[in-house]
């Protein structure tokens, strides 16, 4: 069973669970007695507290009370099944011999075509390669790294705690339209097609144009992935440089 993490300890987990063979979300907590109706499973130092499917990433954004766009009047990366289509799974079909399987909220495998929502595509059948939508945040997994590209309005909420470790994005996110947000993931996701591994390296952004938050200070991360490539590239993403 593995889990991966957006929050830290005491938040959000959301997970593939090979047992049931979907994706799960629960809740990472010092005390499961608090949770008696869950399903604990630990999981190293954690327990994880499977909570029951109808509990949506959304429910969970909507009891923290995250602020919304005035531009946009929602998440600003709430995308729909054809923007994801058009967008992304497209264009990494087109381009690669990726295996494509896309999740629903409820981590039941799901057609792109379909109306049902969907919060995760994964890119490999290990699911070394993935991406999860949360309409406030979206991350692309690779092996054990995460990089997390989260909406403005929502950093304010976010701690030291919460991206330690993990790789976020500091460009403006309000300022794209979803064509050009799905299309740089994409992009970053291509980076990624052949690794062998990924190693991640971080220092302080010394670069104002930053915005600094209340929890957490911005930082330049390079990522350097090892894969059987003869030519090496590189990407930047403001604060993102890939060499793959």
Do not use: W
């Amino acid at each position: 069973m593995i889990y991966r993490s957006t929050r830290a300890s005491g938040a959000a987990l959301y997970g593939f669970d090979k047992a049931v063979g979907r994706f799960v979300t629960g809740f990472a907590v010092e005390k499961p007695n608090d949770f008696c109706q869950m399903n604990i499973i630990r999981i190293d130092n954690f327990c994880l507290c499977q909570m029951p499917n109808e509990i949506s990433s959304e429910s969970i954004c909507e009891r923290n009370d995250i602020s919304m766009s005035e531009k946009y009047n929602e998440y600003c990366m709430k995308f729909s099944n054809q923007e994801l289509k058009n967008y992304m799974y497209d264009i990494i079909e087109k381009n690669t011999n990726l295996y494509l399987k896309c999740l629903s909220v409820n981590g039941e495998e799901t057609d792109i075509k379909l109306e049902v929502r969907i919060e995760t595509i994964s890119f490999d059948e290990n699911e070394s390669l993935s991406i999860m939508f949360f309409g406030y945040q979206t991350s692309i997994f690779v092996y054990d790294l995460e990089i997390m590209f989260i909406d403005e309005d929502s950093k304010g909420t976010y701690t030291s705690s919460d991206v330690y470790n993990n790789v976020v994005y500091e460009g403006c996110l309000r300022e794209m339209s979803h064509e050009q947000m799905l299309k740089m993931f994409s992009e970053i996701i291509l980076c990624f097609v052949d690794a062998a591994d990924v190693s991640m390296t971080q220092q302080e952004a010394a670069d104002s144009r930053y915005k600094r938050y209340n929890y957490y200070e911005p930082h330049i991360f390079t990522i350097n992935v090892q894969n059987n490539h003869a030519q090496k590239k590189v990407n930047t993403y403001e604060n993102i440089i890939i060499t793959h």
